[in-house]
């Protein structure tokens, strides 16, 4: 369920497909996302999921399933 949310953030941030999504891909080396997206990505992920995350956490994400785990 989580991970369908995130999806549909990513998608939306960089208009592709939810579809087109998968745990394993890079934020920038296989969603070309630049920092502004990436900004823009964990704003939804806040808002949606009431969390809040802190720079430092942040450090250790470079995929999709990075940030789900940190999400969880």
Do not use: N
């Amino acid at each position: 369920m989580e991970f369908k949310k995130l999806q549909k953030i990513i998608a939306e941030v960089l208009g592709i497909g939810d579809m087109e999504i998968f745990q394993e891909m890079s934020f920038v080396d296989d969603l070309g996302a630049d920092s502004l997206e990436l900004f823009q990505i964990l704003m939804g992920v806040e808002q949606e999921f009431d969390i809040s995350i802190d720079e430092e956490s942040l450090k250790d994400v470079d995929t999709v399933g990075d940030l789900l785990e940190l999400i969880c």
